[in-house]
Every structure is written in structure tokens, then in C-alpha cells.
């Protein structure tokens, strides 16, 4: 079946080199104190200094043209910055939907004047999206959603409600899935449209929802007669179903889907070396051989979507086998190691457990669950 | 893939499909060799890839040979293709041509005393190995050597696929030492991973086959008014199993990759361990898909998950080559995420990553 065999990846000598430059940096703002280490940094670990610093040195939206602030750059130096930050477990989620996603959908499908007003801004670390998506009673059927959006002179009013909306109270801009004609049963995708709403609108709360940790990173998102003007649509009017789609194989195909407990993994391994626990380590190198595949998989994707190839099958199944990864480093290092997982433990080791205990059912459901990510897969390899 | 690779690739596919049967898998199974099959993948040069041409050999390289196992695999191959390989390449290394004739290797500590005989055990496709290259430990030094097989007395046993996995006596053990040492230490290690990176290859094939049975087989067969497709649970299976190939399918090439340019002894050994765990789990979920008529010799998916569940243990299963990756991580001074990324960071000690 050949849409399950991805490109190997060989990395340049330029490539490892800036492999270092990024390693050296992430060593000295820790040693200095910038951010501590933590499992799943990409949706808890908000930093807007952080990412004002990575802003900086051209490391947000490095793929994108020069003229809209970025650094043309591969998608492999990308992929090579992204893995290094989460290995070290750096503060990225403020920055993290804009560069995954939203910033490639706009250079995509954006105006002249939206590439314009937001990418330069979101290059520098000072502009931050959150995608709204799921709604109260919109979940894995996400087509069923009801927020509306009406047209009215210059623009449209948008009535509803987002949920599960990560980073909402630290984002400026909202990417909003919502209906711009009524819902007709037998053509389910037709009539959404993907509207860019400014969060500091009126007619717009934030709620935070709180996590099962007590911490704060998932909002309901009320939107009540908020106007938005024509110019902040999306490609096209009715479209927006079929743009969101396309979204899906980055979401779901990065190192995000594979590393969300690596430092848990490496703490483990670091560990279980200096107790020169040779059967402990035997099981690392177990998770790290899957990891390793994984790895393989996940830049053979990078690779293809920058070649503009339909990866949403291979995407698919890099998050339904990386997520389940994650989950499993944290049961498997639970018993290699004596520890009292707990957040607010001094010790890394228990510290990041807790994490990744506590974050770790989240993983196979945010971005699609493994349920629907399988019916994805079955049915795309059923008419291979 | 490069032009040689690509027309071997082909050929070889060709091969396996026009003369790989369940008939022939069957014959082979109750006794008897695959003489014709044999034939042609001497004449087509199948049986010397990766051995310079001076020596007899087509020329190519180890990534060409592990595309043909890989096929092999897929095709349920019942030949001591890897078996012959494997010897082929190391007779080469010490300056003997290769023949086409099947032959094997065995791996371990052997006790050779003239006048006592010698029982070889597990011998792969002893009964027809024309030479047995015996490496390892030889009277308690690393040493490398070969048996002719004439007059050897065989023990027909055999492996969880039917394949042959026989015991050799040979009564007046005379090993024709290849060498002895250091040399010998490596070219034993060179040989268990070509053993290990064979078997990966010829899994990953096997595996891509059992998804197409699964695929097949669900497409066709209808319960409740509907294909079985249709059905959530069975769409698990499904995915489940295709995930399984194409993480496989990574830890290949990454291996072959590895193994092609002389740098990969942590990523053989992460591919076997990773391959041999998707044997397991994708067997199991492809029988429980099949359900009944999986279980029967008439129908043709226990000719890959036999092999599969045997293969995993051979050359080394998961729990082996974790070992020997838990040995490397005491003696380097290296983050996981190091030798993950295989870049190691300046002066920073590798403790103080996290």
C-alpha cells in the first residue's frame, strides 16, 4: 500500500547545524532561568516573553515568504526547531496555532491586505490565534455545529458558542468555524465559512473552562452579535469546511503528536543510567524504538506536505499511533522508577509525571480521537 | 530508489508472483525444495546481490538485497533466500565466490573437538544447505568458520511457519576456519545484524500482505446485511493494523538506511524490536478480523502469520536487542534525545538536559 510508505529524511550537515544553534539556545535560557521543563509545552506552557524571543530570531512562521516577516526557510528547519523545543519542554503553546496553522491557511488563502495586517505580526511573536472549532453540542460531529454568522452592509454578525477553545484568554484573533448558510441535511460540509474574529470584539466573552489539574488553558468562547467585517473571511464564502480540512495534516502530523511526554522519557532514561539499571533501560530502549519509528514517519509527512501532497491519511495515523505513545511512556516509566508523581513536586522526575498522567487522556482526543482518526484510516485504506 | 533497485525490485516481484503458490508453500511445507523456484532466482542473480562481480556475485549493494526480502517476505517465499544471503556475504568478505547453491548460518558458542561430534542446533533449512557458516564463540575464542555439509546427519525440526530449523550432527567435526579474533568478532556481529535487518524487511512484507488479506477479506464478506467494513469495530482492526504497517515501514527504511551507509547498529536494533512488536499485534487483530476461517490451513493468511510470530523470535527478538540498546545507553555519555537526533550538544554534559 503505498500511501503508507514515507519519504526518509536526510539531514544536511546546514540542518544539523542549526539543529546546534537552536540546542545551544534552549540550553542557555534554561540555565538562565527563561522556562523550566515541562511535558506537553505546546498547549500549558504559555510564555508570550518566550515567544517574543523566538519572534526574534526568525523561528516563528520560518517557512513563510520574507515579505510577510518570515525566513524561507524548509519545512525540515522547521521541523528541526519544533522537535528541538518540545524535547526541552519550552513555554510554546501562545505562539503555537498561529505557526502551525493559521499562519500557512492565510498565506494559503488569506488577501493580500490579511497577509499584510497578521503575518508580519505573528513572525514577531506579538500575535497569537486560537482555532474555534468545537461547540457544545459539535464534537466529534463537528459538521452539526450552529454558531451562524449572518451577512449584513460590510460584513457579517456571528451568533454561538466555542468550546474547548485552547489559549483563548491569551489570543488576540480566533479562527471561527461557523455557518454562513443553514445547515441542509444531505449535503452536511456545504454552507461553513472560516471567519477571523478579533477576541477584544464586542459581543465577545471569555470563559475559562478549567482543566481537571485546576490549570487554565481551555475557554468557552460566547459570541453575541459580534460583527465581522468582509474583509476577515477566509478564502472563500461556503468554503470553509473544505479549508479546515486541509488544516488537519499539519495539526495532526507533527512532532506535537509524539513528544508531548518526552521529557518524561528522558528524565526516566537519565535516571535509570546513573543507577546503571540496565532491565529498566531495556524498556526505555523499547518506547524509544517506537518513538524512533514514529519520528521517521512524522518528518517523511513534513517532507510530502511541503511537496504539496495529500498526506491527510498518513497525518491520520502519525497522530493515532504517536498519541498513543505518549500515553504509554508515562505507564511504562511508572514502574522503573520509585516516585510520588505531583505537580507541584520539587523533583523533575515526579513533577513531569504528574504532567503527563494528568494531561495524558487528552492526547488521543484533542485534534481528532483516535475513534474518528481510525475511521479516517480504515476508509482511506479500504479504497486504496 | 535507484535504477538497479528498481529493476531488481521488479524482477523479483515477478518472480515471487508468477511462481510462489499456495501450492508451492504447501509441497515445501511436507518435504520437498523448491527446485524450479530456486532455479530462477539463481539465473536472475537473486542469490548474489551485494557480492562484487569479481567474486561471482550481480554486484548491488545490502539495500537492493533487503528490497528483495522485503518482497520475499510479502510473497511468503518458502526458500532459504536471507539463510544463503547472509553466508554468501560472508564468504565474500573473505574472498570466496559465491555459489548458487542454499546454504545457511548459525550464531553461538561452539565446542569443536575432533573425534566428538558436533551437534549444530536450529540450524535454518539445515537439510538442504549445501555449507553451514558456523560464527561466534569457536573453543572459546570469536571465531568465523565453515562446514561443507557432505555426509552430515540431519534432525528434521522446524520452525512455527514449517520452515526447516533442523539439527546437524557432524561426527568428525573438520571446521575450515574463515578467521579468528577481533575480525571474527565483527564479522559475527556484521552477520547477526544482517540476520536481524533481513528478517525486519522480510516482516514489514509480511505485514503489508496481512493488511491486504484484512482489507480483502472485510471488503468482501457480509454479516448483518453488510460488508464487514461497515462496521466500527472492524474499521479498528483495520486501522489499527495499517498504523502498525506504516510505522514498520518507517522503522525499515530508517534501518536500511542506516545499515546501507555502515552507521546502523542502534537502528537495526530499534527496527527489530519495533517490527517484531507489530508482528504480534497486527497477527492477532488480523485473526480476530478473519475470525474461523482464518484459523484453517486452507485459508492463505497463516502462511504470513506463522512466519511472522517465528520470525520475531529469530536473530534476535525485542527483548535481546533492548538489552543490547540498554548496554549502549550505560557506556554512552549521551541524552536520550542525543542519540535520538544522533547530534550531541557541545560541552553541556548530557545529564543536565533537562
Redesign the interface.
Known amino acids: 500500500m503505498k500511501e503508507l510508505q514515507l519519504p526518509l529524511v536526510r539531514l544536511t550537515p546546514e540542518q544539523e547545524a542549526f539543529r546546534h544553534e537552536v540546542r545551544s539556545f534552549l540550553d542557555e535560557e534554561r540555565k538562565k532561568g527563561t522556562f523550566a521543563t515541562h511535558a506537553d509545552s505546546w498547549l500549558s506552557g504559555y510564555s508570550a516573553e518566550f515567544s517574543k524571543m523566538l519572534g526574534k530570531r526568525g523561528w516563528i512562521g520560518m517557512t513563510w515568504p520574507k515579505e510577510y516577516g518570515g525566513s524561507e526557510r524548509s519545512a525540515i528547519d522547521r521541523y528541526i526547531l519544533t522537535e528541538e523545543l518540545l524535547a526541552a519542554g519550552a513555554p510554546v503553546a501562545s505562539h503555537w496555532f498561529a505557526d502551525r496553522q493559521s499562519g500557512p491557511l492565510l498565506l494559503n488563502l488569506g488577501t493580500e491586505e490579511q497577509k499584510d495586517f497578521f503575518l508580519p505580526k505573528i513572525t514577531k511573536g506579538e500575535c497569537f490565534f486560537s482555532i474555534g472549532l468545537s461547540e457544545p453540542n459539535s464534537g466529534s460531529d463537528l459538521a452539526s455545529l450552529k454558531t451562524r454568522a449572518e451577512k449584513v452592509e460590510g460584513g457579517w454578525v456571528v451568533n454561538g458558542m466555542k468550546t474547548w477553545t485552547s489559549g483563548a484568554h491569551h489570543s488576540h484573533y480566533m479562527i471561527t468555524l461557523c455557518r454562513t448558510s443553514p445547515q441542509d441535511e444531505k449535503r452536511r460540509h456545504d454552507g461553513m465559512s472560516q471567519l477571523i474574529i478579533d477576541l477584544s470584539a464586542e459581543g465577545v466573552s471569555i470563559r475559562p473552562i478549567q482543566f481537571l489539574t485546576g490549570e487554565h488553558h481551555f475557554n468557552e468562547v460566547f459570541l453575541e452579535n459580534v460583527f465581522v467585517p468582509d474583509n476577515r473571511v477566509i478564502g472563500e464564502v461556503g468554503n470553509g469546511w473544505k479549508q479546515g480540512m486541509l488544516e488537519l495534516a499539519y495539526e495532526r502530523s507533527g512532532p506535537e503528536r509524539i513528544l508531548s511526554t518526552f521529557p518524561l522519557l528522558q528524565e526516566a532514561q537519565r535516571l535509570l543510567t546513573e543507577q546503571q539499571d540496565q532491565k529498566g533501560l531495556a524498556e526505555v530502549a523499547k518506547l524509544n524504538a517506537r518513538l524512533w519509528s514514529l519520528r521517521n514517519m512524522s518528518i517523511g509527512v513534513a517532507q510530502m506536505l511541503e511537496g504539496g501532497k495529500d498526506v491527510a491519511l498518513a497525518a491520520s495515523l502519525v497522530k493515532d499511533l504517536g498519541t498513543l505513545f505518549e500515553q504509554s511512556v508515562a505507564e511504562a516509566v511508572r514502574l522503573l522508577l520509585p516516585m510520588r508523581p505531583s505537580v507541584t513536586a520539587e523533583r523533575l522526575l515526579d513533577r513531569l509525571m504528574a504532567e503527563s498522567v494528568l494531561h495524558g487522556p487528552g492526547f488521543t482526543i484533542r485534534g481528532g480521537t483516535t475513534e474518528i482518526l481510525r475511521g479516517i484510516v480504515a476508509k482511506g485504506v479500504a479504497s486504496a | 530508489m535507484s535504477e538497479m533497485l528498481e529493476f531488481i525490485a521488479d524482477s523479483a516481484k515477478k518472480i515471487f508472483r508468477d511462481q510462489v503458490t499456495k501450492e508451492l508453500n504447501e509441497s515445501v511445507e511436507s518435504g520437498a525444495f523448491p527446485e524450479e523456484l530456486w532455479q530462477v532466482l539463481a539465473e536472475s542473480g537473486m542469490l548474489s546481490i551485494g557480492v562484487p562481480e569479481a567474486l561471482g556475485g550481480v554486484g548491488g549493494d545490502v539495500e537492493d538485497a533487503l528490497a528483495v526480502l522485503h518482497l520475499a517476505g510479502k510473497h511468503a517465499v518458502p526458500a532459504p533466500l536471507l539463510e544463503t544471503l547472509g553466508a554468501v556475504w560472508t564468504l565474500a568478505e573473505f574472498g570466496e565466490e559465491a555459489e548458487p547453491l542454499p546454504m545457511s548460518f548459525v550464531i553461538g558458542d561452539f565446542l569443536i573437538e575432533e573425534g566428538t561430534p558436533l551437534k549444530l542446533e536450529h540450524v535454518p533449512w539445515g537439510r538442504v544447505a549445501s555449507k553451514v557458516i558456523v560464527a561466534g564463540t569457536i573453543n572459546g575464542k570469536p571465531g568465523i568458520g565453515q562446514f561443507s555439509t557432505d555426509g552430515i546427519q540431519v534432525v528434521e525440526n522446524q520452525n512455527l511457519a514449517g520452515e526447516p530449523l533442523d539439527q546437524l550432527v557432524i561426527n568428525d567435526p573438520d571446521i575450515e576456519l574463515l578467521s579468528e579474533g577481533e575480525q571474527a568478532k565483527q564479522a559475527t556481529a556484521r552477520l547477526l545484524e544482517i540476520g536481524a535487518a533481513g528478517r525486519s524487511a522480510m516482516m514489514a512484507g509480511a505485514i503489508?500482505h496481512v493488511?491486504?488479506l484484512c482489507?480483502f477479506y472485510?471488503?468482501e464478506r457480509q454479516q448483518f446485511g453488510r460488508p464487514l467494513?461497515r462496521f466500527?469495530a472492524?474499521?479498528?482492526h483495520?486501522?489499527?493494523i495499517?498504523?502498525e504497517?506504516?510505522?514498520?515501514?518507517?522503522?525499515l527504511?530508517?534501518s536500511n538506511?542506516a545499515l546501507s551507509r555502515g552507521t546502523g547498529s542502534d537502528?537495526i536494533?530499534?527496527?527489530k524490536?519495533?517490527i517484531s512488536?507489530a508482528a504480534g499485534t497486527v497477527s492477532s487483530r488480523a485473526h480476530q478480523l478473519h475470525a474461523a476461517i482464518g484459523m484453517t490451513y486452507e485459508h492463505e493468511l497463516h502462511l504470513s502469520t506463522r512466519r511472522l510470530w517465528t520470525w520475531r523470535e529469530e536473530y534476535g527478538n525485542?527483548?535481546y536487542?533492548?538489552?543490547v540498546?540498554?548496554?549502549r545507553?550505560?557506556t554512552k555519555e549521551e541524552?536520550?534525545?542525543e542519540?535520538?537526533?544522533k547530534?550531541k550538544?557541545?560541552n553541556?554534559h548530557?545529564?543536565?538536559?533537562?
Request: hydrophobic share 50%.
Open positions: 503489508e493488511l491486504n482489507v472485510a471488503k467494513t466500527q472492524i474499521q479498528h483495520i486501522a489499527a495499517a498504523g504497517a506504516a510505522a514498520v515501514l518507517g522503522a527504511s530508517g538506511d537502528e536494533a530499534m527496527a524490536i519495533r512488536e525485542e527483548t536487542w533492548a538489552n540498546l540498554a548496554e545507553y550505560l541524552s536520550l534525545w542519540s535520538i537526533t547530534t550538544r557541545g553541556v548530557a545529564g543536565s538536559v533537562v
